[in-house]
Protein backbone atom coordinates (compact mmCIF):
# COMPACT_ATOMS: atom_id res chain seq x y z
CA UNK A 1 0.00 0.00 0.00
CA UNK A 2 1.53 3.79 -0.70
CA UNK A 3 1.68 6.26 1.95
CA UNK A 4 -0.47 8.67 0.17
CA UNK A 5 -3.26 5.61 0.41
CA UNK A 6 -2.20 4.65 3.90
CA UNK A 7 -2.17 8.38 4.99
CA UNK A 8 -5.94 8.58 3.40
CA UNK A 9 -7.45 5.82 5.32
CA UNK A 10 -5.80 6.82 8.82
CA UNK A 11 -7.59 10.07 7.96
CA UNK A 12 -10.92 8.42 7.00
CA UNK A 13 -10.82 6.34 10.37
CA UNK A 14 -9.75 9.73 12.25
CA UNK A 15 -12.96 11.62 10.81
CA UNK A 16 -15.31 8.57 11.32
CA UNK A 17 -13.93 8.38 15.26
CA UNK A 18 -14.63 12.07 15.52
CA UNK A 19 -18.27 11.64 14.04
CA UNK A 20 -18.83 8.28 16.11
CA UNK A 21 -17.74 10.55 19.47
CA UNK A 22 -19.68 13.48 18.80
CA UNK A 23 -22.76 11.45 18.02
CA UNK A 24 -22.21 9.58 21.42
CA UNK A 25 -22.24 12.99 22.89
CA UNK A 26 -25.08 13.97 21.09
CA UNK A 27 -27.29 10.74 22.90
CA UNK A 28 -25.59 11.22 26.04
CA UNK A 29 -27.23 14.36 25.98
CA UNK A 30 -30.36 13.75 24.94
CA UNK A 31 -32.53 15.85 22.62
CA UNK A 32 -32.85 19.25 23.05
CA UNK A 33 -35.53 20.33 25.44
CA UNK A 34 -35.90 16.88 26.59
CA UNK A 35 -38.08 16.82 30.20
CA UNK A 36 -35.71 14.39 32.74
CA UNK A 37 -37.04 13.43 35.96
CA UNK A 38 -36.44 11.24 39.03
CA UNK A 39 -38.39 10.34 42.24
CA UNK A 40 -36.57 8.35 45.08
CA UNK A 41 -37.35 6.85 48.32
CA UNK A 42 -35.31 5.07 50.99
CA UNK A 43 -33.39 5.88 54.02
CA UNK A 44 -30.58 7.99 55.89
CA UNK A 45 -28.84 8.28 58.37
CA UNK A 46 -28.16 11.42 60.66
CA UNK A 47 -24.30 12.43 61.54
CA UNK A 48 -25.66 16.23 63.19
CA UNK A 49 -28.59 17.36 64.08
CA UNK A 50 -31.69 15.95 66.08
CA UNK A 51 -32.10 12.67 64.21
CA UNK A 52 -30.40 9.10 63.81
CA UNK A 53 -31.92 7.79 61.08
CA UNK A 54 -35.21 7.94 59.21
CA UNK A 55 -36.81 7.76 55.57
CA UNK A 56 -35.66 9.67 52.54
CA UNK A 57 -37.50 10.86 49.45
CA UNK A 58 -36.87 12.97 46.98
CA UNK A 59 -37.58 14.36 43.98
CA UNK A 60 -35.77 16.38 40.94
CA UNK A 61 -37.44 17.50 37.52
CA UNK A 62 -35.39 19.05 34.21
CA UNK A 63 -37.83 20.88 32.19
CA UNK A 64 -35.48 21.47 29.26
CA UNK A 65 -36.67 24.56 27.74
CA UNK A 66 -37.17 27.29 30.66
CA UNK A 67 -39.91 29.83 29.74
CA UNK A 68 -37.73 32.93 28.78
CA UNK A 69 -34.80 30.34 28.55
CA UNK A 70 -34.37 31.89 32.18
CA UNK A 71 -31.97 28.94 33.00
CA UNK A 72 -30.17 26.74 30.44
CA UNK A 73 -31.10 23.04 30.32
CA UNK A 74 -28.79 21.29 33.19
CA UNK A 75 -31.19 23.82 35.71
CA UNK A 76 -34.24 21.96 37.57
CA UNK A 77 -36.15 21.93 40.62
CA UNK A 78 -35.89 19.43 43.38
CA UNK A 79 -37.91 18.07 47.00
CA UNK A 80 -36.34 16.82 49.57
CA UNK A 81 -37.90 15.16 52.61
CA UNK A 82 -36.20 13.53 55.68
CA UNK A 83 -38.34 12.21 58.24
CA UNK A 84 -37.73 10.73 61.77
CA UNK A 85 -39.58 10.24 65.03
CA UNK A 86 -41.87 8.50 62.93
CA UNK A 87 -43.24 10.96 61.00
CA UNK A 88 -43.46 13.19 64.07
CA UNK A 89 -40.40 15.45 62.76
CA UNK A 90 -38.19 15.91 59.80
CA UNK A 91 -37.51 18.28 57.06
CA UNK A 92 -38.67 19.51 53.80
CA UNK A 93 -36.62 21.16 51.53
CA UNK A 94 -36.73 22.48 47.69
CA UNK A 95 -35.00 24.46 45.65
CA UNK A 96 -32.92 24.47 42.79
CA UNK A 97 -30.75 21.75 40.97
CA UNK A 98 -27.61 21.65 39.22
CA UNK A 99 -26.62 18.76 36.62
CA UNK A 100 -22.75 18.86 36.98
CA UNK A 101 -22.54 15.70 34.55
CA UNK A 102 -24.48 13.28 33.43
CA UNK A 103 -24.12 10.60 30.50
CA UNK A 104 -28.33 9.41 31.28
CA UNK A 105 -29.76 6.86 32.31
CA UNK A 106 -26.42 5.47 33.62
CA UNK A 107 -25.26 8.75 35.63
CA UNK A 108 -26.16 11.85 36.84
CA UNK A 109 -24.19 14.35 39.27
CA UNK A 110 -25.62 16.65 40.71
CA UNK A 111 -25.70 19.74 43.10
CA UNK A 112 -28.53 21.67 44.52
CA UNK A 113 -29.38 24.66 47.19
CA UNK A 114 -32.60 24.49 48.82
CA UNK A 115 -34.35 26.37 51.97
CA UNK A 116 -37.27 24.86 53.89
CA UNK A 117 -38.63 24.14 57.09
CA UNK A 118 -38.18 22.07 59.87
CA UNK A 119 -40.87 20.08 61.49
CA UNK A 120 -41.45 19.22 64.77
CA UNK A 121 -39.01 21.74 65.21
CA UNK A 122 -40.92 24.53 63.60
CA UNK A 123 -37.37 25.80 62.44
CA UNK A 124 -36.72 27.62 58.94
CA UNK A 125 -33.70 25.97 57.26
CA UNK A 126 -30.92 26.30 54.83
CA UNK A 127 -28.50 24.38 53.07
CA UNK A 128 -27.83 21.76 50.22
CA UNK A 129 -26.10 18.85 48.92
CA UNK A 130 -24.72 16.48 46.06
CA UNK A 131 -26.52 13.82 44.81
CA UNK A 132 -24.99 10.66 42.52
CA UNK A 133 -27.39 8.53 40.66
CA UNK A 134 -26.18 5.40 39.00
CA UNK A 135 -28.58 3.70 36.55
CA UNK A 136 -29.08 -0.46 37.46
CA UNK A 137 -31.93 -1.37 35.06
CA UNK A 138 -33.79 0.66 32.56
CA UNK A 139 -35.41 3.26 34.93
CA UNK A 140 -34.70 2.10 38.38
CA UNK A 141 -31.25 3.94 39.55
CA UNK A 142 -29.60 3.79 43.11
CA UNK A 143 -28.40 7.55 44.55
CA UNK A 144 -26.20 8.96 46.92
CA UNK A 145 -26.82 11.89 48.42
CA UNK A 146 -25.01 14.34 51.14
CA UNK A 147 -27.29 17.06 52.28
CA UNK A 148 -26.26 19.69 54.95
CA UNK A 149 -28.54 21.91 56.59
CA UNK A 150 -28.48 24.45 58.84
CA UNK A 151 -32.02 25.07 61.07
CA UNK A 152 -32.12 28.57 62.98
CA UNK A 153 -33.64 27.82 66.41
CA UNK A 154 -33.32 31.25 67.29
CA UNK A 155 -30.00 31.14 69.40
CA UNK A 156 -27.69 30.76 66.42
CA UNK A 157 -27.42 28.47 63.25
CA UNK A 158 -27.20 24.23 64.25
CA UNK A 159 -26.09 22.08 61.40
CA UNK A 160 -27.79 18.94 60.34
CA UNK A 161 -25.63 16.18 57.99
CA UNK A 162 -27.97 13.74 56.40
CA UNK A 163 -26.45 11.29 53.82
CA UNK A 164 -29.16 9.06 52.38
CA UNK A 165 -29.29 6.09 50.26
CA UNK A 166 -32.40 6.00 47.64
CA UNK A 167 -33.74 4.00 44.97
CA UNK A 168 -34.76 6.17 42.50
CA UNK A 169 -37.59 5.82 39.15
CA UNK A 170 -35.72 8.10 36.63
CA UNK A 171 -35.90 9.67 32.66
Do not use: K, N
Request: avoid cysteine; proline fraction near 6%.
Amino acid sequence: MSRGRSAGLIVLALALAGLETARAEELAQGEPGAVHWAVGVGGFVGVTGPARYGLAAEAQVYPGRWPGQVLGESFGLGVRYRGYDGLASGLVAAGLVYQAGATRPHFVLEVHGDVGMAYGLDEPLLGGGVRLQLGMWGPVAVAVAADLYYWFDGERPRPITVPAVTVALAR
